[in-house]
């Protein structure tokens, strides 16, 4: 018996001695320009630490890990003016609860107003930035509530896509431009990843990440550049046409790609004019290569990421044989669905048809065959002449911008809108990003 009392009170006296005392315990504002917490504490022992954080009886969020004895941990992805609790959490214990109540989003935030089918949901957040300087980029769940945001470090008004990975998981990262010639890769908990300086060459409309070296953990940062002509004729000194830029993680410049050295001016069809190809999207098919929209040749080009050379051109007197149903016009945000399925944002001509519409389609490469697979058409009243965009939910639903109409839409595959977004903001684009 005295045997058994010993051990108890040995194991009573390793397992208090093991106890982790907590001690300066604060959470602030990471500053002024974000919904970012850091919650401040101490700890008695070195070891592994993470906060758990919660609204009321909602899901309960999780930071990464952290290891040492004093720690400043940031709480993304917070409601704003809401009441949350917070607890420390280490191997073999946690805190207190702690409660704290976030901020009012800033004055010039966009105004938001929402119409919805009363059954409808997603289970993601979508990702905009108001087209403004400075601007603000924001996600919002599906009651258009506001769950993450910040002052845009992006000097063009749109945001990029994210980097696949789901923005609850660690390593969940976003692309943007500081400068034109300089690109970025942010968490959305605020922290600078990687950054690229592009030297001469000038980015616009559309940045990408892409898989280089898995086994070296490289990726590559592809852009859209400004390529220029000296053309001197029809009023016209120079033509301004586009490029491709690839850079590594580290910097170094590994490919690029000049318009002009494919393709001259005047032994095309297109219209002479200064802005002369203005592509605006980029994207990569199944085989690497790269799928860009030029909006003024109201076409896709596929070009060969290691030669340069055109593998293909889709629309208006290109390389396929398409009815007048499959031509599409000055074009927006062409994306890779799967092997072979695409689709683009057709925003539509104010001369020929004043209706945008998400075209999805599939190329058959080995028979050079294009197929119209569907068409999703917004109401007249949602004619979108410029920007804009749409990308598929969840394999279902489709995603709209209609910019000049300061609209968000959610439609299903019929154009019935189930998810209707208005603001006194446009947006170029916005994106879904998935939360697991």
């Known amino acids: 018996m005295n045997r058994i009392i010993f051990t108890y009170l040995l194991i009573l006296l390793v397992s208090c001695s093991n106890d982790i005392e907590f001690k300066d315990v604060s959470i602030k504002l990471s500053d002024n320009l974000s919904s970012t917490y850091i919650v401040n504490f101490k700890t008695s022992s070195k070891g592994e630490a993470n906060v758990e954080y919660w ?9 990464p890990l952290f290891y040492g004895d004093s720690f400043s941990i940031p709480l993304s992805f917070l409601k704003p003016s809401s009441n949350y609790n917070f607890k420390i959490v280490t191997s073999n214990q946690s805190s207190i609860p702690y409660t704290f109540k976030t901020n009012d989003v800033p004055k010039f935030f966009p105004k938001l107003d929402l119409e919805k089918k009363n059954n409808f949901s997603f289970d993601g957040y979508l990702f905009f930035r108001t087209q403004t300087n400075p601007g603000i980029q924001f996600m919002l769940d599906d009651n258009a509530e506001i769950i ?11 945001p990029f896509r ?3 990975v789901p923005v609850l998981k660690s390593g969940a990262s976003y692309l943007s431009l500081s ?11 605020g922290d600078t990843l990687v950054t690229i300086y592009t030297g001469k060459d000038i980015i616009h409309h559309d940045i990408m990440k892409i898989s280089y070296d898995d ?18 004729q029809e009023n016209i000194d120079s033509l301004i046409g586009d490029g491709i830029v690839v850079f590594d993680s580290f910097g170094n410049k590994l490919w690029s790609w000049n318009i002009f050295d494919y393709v001259k001016p005047n032994n095309e069809n297109y219209k002479i004019q200064e802005d002369w190809s203005h592509a605006n999207a980029i994207d990569i098919d199944y085989d690497g290569n790269y799928l860009v929209s030029f909006r003024s040749f109201n076409q896709i080009w596929k070009i060969d990421s290691e030669s340069g050379e055109i593998i293909w051109r889709l629309g208006d007197n290109g390389d396929f044989n398409l009815n007048e149903e499959d031509i599409f016009y000055q074009q927006h945000a062409i994306n890779k669905i799967n092997l072979n399925k695409y689709i683009l944002f057709d925003n539509g001509l104010s001369d020929v048809r004043m209706t945008s519409r998400a075209l999805e389609f599939t190329i058959d490469e080995e028979e050079e065959k294009f197929k119209l697979e569907k068409s999703v058409y ?9 920007q ?13 911008t209609s910019s000049v109409n300061n609209r968000t839409i ?9 998810w209707n977004l208005l603001s006194d903001h446009s947006f170029y684009r916005v994106y879904y990003l998935s939360k697991h």
């Open 179 to 189: 400068e034109k010639n300089i690109i970025e890769e942010h968490s959305f908990l």
């Open 410 to 418: 959610i439609s299903d595959s019929s154009g019935k809108i189930l």
């Open 55 to 63: 609204k009321n009886s909602e899901e309960i969020f999780s930071s």
């Open 378 to 386: 917004l109401p007249d009243s949602l004619f979108t002449f410029k």
């Open 148 to 158: 993450w945001y910040s002052i845009s470090d992006t000097t063009l008004s749109r």
């Open 215 to 232: 086994n070296l953990n490289i990726d590559k940062y592809v852009g859209l550049t400004y390529e220029y002509l000296n053309f001197n």
């Open 388 to 400: 804009g965009s749409v990308y598929l939910m969840d394999n279902e639903n489709y995603l709209f």
């Open 162 to 164: 994210n980097t696949n």
